[in-house]
Nanobody
């Protein structure tokens, strides 16, 4: 799975940005896509994720009500996930990374095994200032 992000940049406090991430190659095995972020000196943290099959979304408490992750947009070859960020705060400043989790199943004899693999985009900088 290849992930390409876009949409980062500079925005004033209270403003909005929309990030996008397009996945290509082996997209049929994608189980979940989402966004993480990492600010300088901090660990990478989850922002929002959404499942591919049933659009079940989950958000970090810090962004709940301000950020929205719509259902994954799909065509035959690509999956695209967006992150709509509204009411941005200075503490939202970070590098935002797109994440895709693929899930496949196989059998070993009579046992069904699950294989999960995680893929990351290159990151896009979001800077919020007054």
């Amino acid at each position: 799975v290849q992930l390409v992000e876009s949409g980062g940049g500079w925005v004033q406090t209270g403003g909005s940005l929309r990030l996008s991430c397009t996945a290509s190659e082996n997209t049929s095995s994608i189980h979940m896509m989402g966004w993480y972020r990492q600010a300088p000196g901090n660990q990478r943290e989850l922002v929002a994720i959404i499942t591919s099959a049933d659009n079940n979304a989950d958000y970090a408490n810090s962004v709940e009500g301000r950020f929205t992750i719509p259902p994954i947009s799909k065509d035959s070859a690509k999956h695209t996930v967006y992150l709509q960020m509204d009411s941005l705060k200075r503490e939202d400043t970070a590098v935002y990374f797109c994440d895709a989790l693929t899930r496949t199943f196989r059998f070993e004899g009579t046992h069904r095994r699950r294989d999960d693999y995680e893929y990351w985009g290159q990151g896009t900088q979001v800077t919020v200032s007054s």
